[in-house]
């Protein structure tokens, strides 16, 4: 197979790996709703230790930038 062919091949596979706008979507919707909830569960008025609604609120950013990386990255 010469470059040229093995770059065109390439290109199909990248193409028809690339994810379809729903799946994004959804994909992206799920993070951000667990990321909200995960920041709901860090405020002052639930219960739990200090250090559990750090880390809660630590995953909740986290699944955040996760929500955006998704939808940006194609």
Known sequence: MSDGQKS?????VEQ???ECLACR???SGA?????????NMSRA????S??????????G???LVG???RWTKS
């Open 25 to 27: 979507i959804i994909g």
């Open 67 to 69: 929500s955006v990386l």
């Open 8 to 12: 065109q091949t390439l290109d199909i």
């Open 50 to 59: 200090i250090m559990g609604k750090r880390v809660m609120g630590a995953l």
């Open 31 to 39: 993070l951000a709703a667990t990321g909200a909830y995960a920041l």
């Open 16 to 18: 028809s790996q690339q």
């Open 61 to 63: 950013v986290g699944f």
């Open 45 to 48: 008025h639930h219960p739990g």
